[in-house]
Nanobody, 123 residues
């Protein structure tokens, strides 16, 4: 059974930082691309960042310059370090795993999804 479990969300003030984790089990972690998406209330799911199976990171426009995606194949875990958080970063953040070779910013490229973790940026 494939499981993706996100953790690390919470309430943070504007300008603060959070680190999200995504623990993956049930698949050969090292061959999967890992991505982070987010969805705010009444908005569509949005690509945040991805890190390929070859350890190449790529940030979406909303994350560029503030967020860093990483993976640890020894722990079967992916991370999203989020700095300089803004109120508009408030959303449920989802981790996803997939083996697609293109369109890595598209949700359709990922077969497995976690349940999400809430991030709220507010003073």
């Amino acid at each position: 059974q494939v499981r993706l479990v996100e953790s690390g969300g919470g309430l943070v003030q504007p300008g603060g930082s959070l680190r999200l984790s995504c623990a993956v089990s049930g698949v050969t972690f090292s061959v999967y691309n890992l991505a982070w998406f987010r969805q705010a209330p009444d908005k569509e799911r949005e690509f945040v960042a991805t890190i390929s199976s070859s350890d190449s990171p790529w940030n979406g426009a909303s994350a560029r310059g503030r967020f860093t995606v990483a993976r640890d194949n020894t722990k079967n875990t992916a991370y999203l370090q989020m700095n300089y958080l803004k109120p508009e970063d408030t959303a449920v953040y989802y981790c996803a795993a997939g083996r697609g070779s293109s369109s890595l910013d598209s949700a359709s490229s990922y077969e497995y999804w976690g349940q999400g973790t809430q991030v709220t940026v507010s003073s």
